[in-house]
């Protein structure tokens, strides 16, 4: 079985992470480097992992997160459809099986906002952690003149976890936002169709998903 560790190594993907970095630089979006998709394997596993599913489906997780952004290589539209392509082609020639090549593309396709479905508990949990990865480390810039809406909401995230409450069937976002920098308004001016997304996952994973913005509960 092909393991999470194989393609955190495997050098050619590691490349196209690098090269989909850079392109997303260039066009002036926020860190979707290293930091970021090793985030998303981690918590996309972490999630699965608390919900009690199988040790599979967890590794799937992980390299679904790893490789979800790949696809910025092409083109940052219908990023996640190109991703899954290439997924498709990587995962095929290092011989995963075609079952688990269908979980982690069928998620991959499916994890951005503008089409994205959460049609698999691995494509929800990816969902959730990709969405959830919002901090003041994924700017680039330190010149606060210099920041557009995205920058702002980015840089006021103090802190951001995902908490799992299994018992009360619920998925918490809980952060903290120093307003200087961005308004909780600012936030829901952009994030708002992510949320709606989480909502939906989370709800794929029979759990309700709430949004807690500086000790408020807000969805």
């Known amino acids: 079985m092909l393991s999470f560790e194989e393609i955190r190594n495997n050098a050619a993907i590691n490349i ?12 002036g ?4 480097s290293f930091a970021h998709v090793t985030k998303v394997a981690e918590t996309a ?6 919900l009690g599913f199988s040790e599979r489906k967890i590794e799937l997780a992980k390299i679904a997160g790893y490789m979800h952004d790949i696809g910025n290589i092409v083109n ?3 990023h996640a459809q190109s991703g899954a392509v290439m997924a498709f082609r990587i995962l095929d020639k290092l ?3 075609p079952e ?10 499916n994890h951005d906002e503008g089409s994205g479905i959460p049609v698999n508990p691995v494509a929800a949990a990816l969902i959730l952690a990709d969405k959830s990865d919002v901090r003041r480390s994924r700017v680039r810039g330190t010149d606060e003149f210099n920041f557009d809406i995205h920058d702002r909401v980015n ?5 951001s976890k995902l908490v799992i409450e299994k ?3 619920v998925i918490r976002l809980v952060m903290e936002i120093d307003t200087k920098y961005g308004s909780v308004m600012d936030y829901f001016e952009i994030f708002l169709e992510r949320m709606v997304l989480c909502r939906k996952a989370a709800e794929r994973l029979e759990m309700s998903f709430k949004l807690e913005i500086n000790n408020q509960q807000l969805i």
Request: overall charge negative.
């Open 29 to 32: 979006f926020t860190e979707h």
């Open 95 to 97: 011989n995963m099986p």
């Open 155 to 159: 840089f006021s995230v103090i802190s």
């Open 45 to 50: 596993a972490n999630i699965l992992s608390q």
């Open 100 to 109: 688990d090549i269908a979980t982690v593309v069928t998620a991959i396709g």
């Open 16 to 27: 196209y992470i690098a090269q989909a970095d850079l392109t997303l630089n260039a066009l």
């Open 167 to 169: 018992e009360n069937k």
């Open 76 to 78: 940052r539209l219908e």
